[in-house]
């Protein structure tokens, strides 16, 4: 049954949105930065100017007051700040620097009662004072100290006044008196105003335009690959994923890709497994039906040797029926080893005796070529069902001369069992490949008398449980060698927690 997948917004549309409150949030930043805060900031940076002034024209009086008309003249005209400097003496001031820059300087228009109410105005604020004045349309005037003020509004004229006391390095007082002028802005937050409502408006569209570009280009490839993907699920697992320009697309179509062709050779491997199966119980079944039926039907032929070739194979297809089972069982690691010592040279003989029927039917050469007898410690009857599958694979692939050889060699304190076929060999490409579930490398020579394609499989499993050294080694057209190397062992030694 089809899973119901909610609709969701699709990418343009969030890309739409995303961009959208970007925008809006733009927008509003530069709204309130542009007109709301404009008097704030005009205000803030010209009273750092009266400020910065002040600083100079101190520093001036201090290092050389002959040089302060200069100074006066050159930050009045860079600031646009009216300027008068006044020597205190004896009760008196005297000017001593004038800078008048900017029409109705309030500074220069206000009498001696007022400049002395300025200068008590310092002397209480410890050295310096800033006021800021209001004129409005009417000809009045409001006046306060500089944040206690309102701003400048639609028909008024503003300024701010600064005064500042210094002192000369021989002692003389002076008095610095500042007059800033202050525009209006509303004109200005108008016309911002409107420039903002326009640019909003085409920032809107070019963000609906950005979004259709952007998702056609992310959503095409991401649309063409959700529908091949559906189709894969479904069952159609030879396919191409394709990307999009975009790295993540084109990793995930890879990826996927990848995915398709795993499932897609697993899909084609068990299918042939199943038919493997098939054929190889066929294998024991045939054998336990024709010696059964020899028995019966001759007489002097009920005999232990042909009761046990029945016990064997009965036994050999119930240990077929389990490599899926135990191959299971390994890889979930839920089959445990049990290690004792034991003869592996005995092992490996008994095993062959098994085959003794088998050649005799088929023409097998089976052979097992052994020096001394040698001990390992391992799982008894895990390392006999991996004998068992060397055996049986070699012979699936013995080839026309039908020869299989078990060799067992002693390299210091390591035995190695090789298994070796006369068949046609395996190609260096896929060499890696044959340990693989359901994998096998040529069904054209292959004999199908025994094994379910999954020997070699559980062998990797096993010897890797072990820890053991193993491998292949393999000429096209001169047959192949499978062999394993476990380290000796002392009757009676235990080896578990190597294990």
């Not at 699920?233 to 999009?244: C, L, S, V």
């Not at 001759?298 to 191959?327: C, K, M």
Request: proline fraction near 3%; charge should be negative; hydrophobic fraction near 45%.
């Amino acid at each position: 049954m089809k899973q119901k997948i909610k609709r969701r917004v699709g990418i343009k549309w969030k890309l739409f949105g995303f961009l959208a409150l970007f925008v809006a949030v733009v927008i509003a930043l530069l709204w309130v930065f542009q007109t709301l805060l404009l008097d704030d900031f005009y205000e803030a940076i010209k009273r750092r100017e009266l400020i910065e002034t002040a600083d100079a024209i101190s520093a001036q009086i201090e290092q050389d007051p002959d040089e302060l008309e200069m100074t006066v003249a050159s930050y009045a005209v860079r600031h646009s700040i009216c300027t008068i400097v006044y020597r205190v003496e004896k009760n008196r001031a005297r000017v001593v620097a004038n800078a008048d820059v900017i029409s109705g300087c309030l500074i220069h228009h206000i009498d001696s009662n007022q400049r002395g109410q300025y200068y008590d105005a310092a002397l209480e604020a410890g050295g310096s004072y800033m006021e800021k004045i209001v004129l409005d349309a009417l000809g009045g005037d409001a006046q306060g100290p500089a944040d206690h003020l309102p701003p400048a509004g639609e028909g008024n004229a503003a300024g701010t006044v600064y005064i500042r006391l210094a002192e000369s390095a021989a002692g003389d007082e002076y008095v610095i008196m500042l007059n800033a002028s202050h525009a209006p802005v509303s004109a200005t937050v108008m016309t911002l105003q409107v420039q903002l409502l326009v640019l909003s408006a085409v920032l809107l569209v070019i963000a609906l335009l950005l979004a259709l570009v952007i998702s056609r280009h992310i959503s095409r490839p991401i649309a063409e690959i959700s529908r091949k993907a559906q189709q894969f699920a479904g069952g159609e697992y030879e396919m191409t994923f394709t990307g999009g320009g975009f790295r993540e697309v084109d990793e995930l179509a890879a990826t996927l890709n990848y995915a398709a062709a795993e499932v897609a050779k697993s899909d084609r491997l068990q299918r042939e497994l199943l038919a493997n199966i098939s054929h190889d119980l066929r294998t024991p079944l045939t054998m336990i039906r024709g010696y059964g039926e020899v028995m019966r039907d001759l007489p002097g032929e009920n005999t232990p040797e042909n009761v046990q070739v029945i016990i064997d194979e009965a036994a050999r297809l119930s240990e077929l029926v389990g490599d899926l089972l135990d191959l299971s069982r390994i890889r979930a690691g839920t089959r445990t080893l049990s290690p004792e010592c034991f003869n592996l040279t005995e092992a490996v003989r008994g095993v062959m005796g098994r085959y003794g029927k088998l050649t005799e039917r088929d023409g097998l050469a089976i052979t097992f070529d052994a020096g001394e007898d040698v001990y390992v410690t391992a799982d008894r009857t895990m390392l006999l069902q991996v004998i068992y599958n060397l055996i049986n694979n070699a012979i699936n692939y013995s080839g026309s001369e039908k020869r299989v050889t078990v060799r067992q060699t002693v390299e210091g304190e390591t035995v190695r069992i090789s298994v070796t076929d006369t068949g046609e060999g395996i190609p260096a490409d896929q060499l890696p490949l044959i340990w693989d579930r359901y994998y096998k490398v040529d069904r054209v020579h292959r004999r199908a008398m025994v094994g379910t394609g999954l020997g070699l499989s559980i062998v990797k499993q096993i010897l890797d449980a072990h820890r053991a050294y193993y491998g292949v080694d393999s000429c096209v057209g001169q047959g192949s060698t499978f062999w394993f190397a476990l380290p000796r062992s002392v009757p009676g030694e235990k080896r578990e927690a190597e294990l």
